[in-house]
């Protein structure tokens, strides 16, 4: 059986003129999030005081926090806001 790319390529037209920019953006983010799923917010606020001083991963996590399509997802923003508290309380 041999892959028709002609059929493949009008099935996925087909099935992404349904789609917003909006919603292409969520299902985007909520595969990033399921990869960073495997990465907790413990393992992630550690990463980022490692690779940077508290502060500034305080800072970076807060700027990421106020991107407008993180802002509007409820699920990535609860991830980045765990991974700041995790940041907070990293060391003590």
Known sequence: M???LNKLSNKLDEALIK???ETLTKFLNNKRMTNNKQQTAVNKAKELVEKMT???ALIA?????SINSVDKDEDLSNYWEEVKQEIENYGK
């Not at 996590?61 to 926090?65: G, M, R, S």
């Open 19 to 21: 789609e917003t920019r």
């Open 54 to 56: 508290k502060q500034y």
């Open 61 to 65: 996590v807060d700027e990421i926090l």
């Open 2 to 4: 041999s892959l028709d």
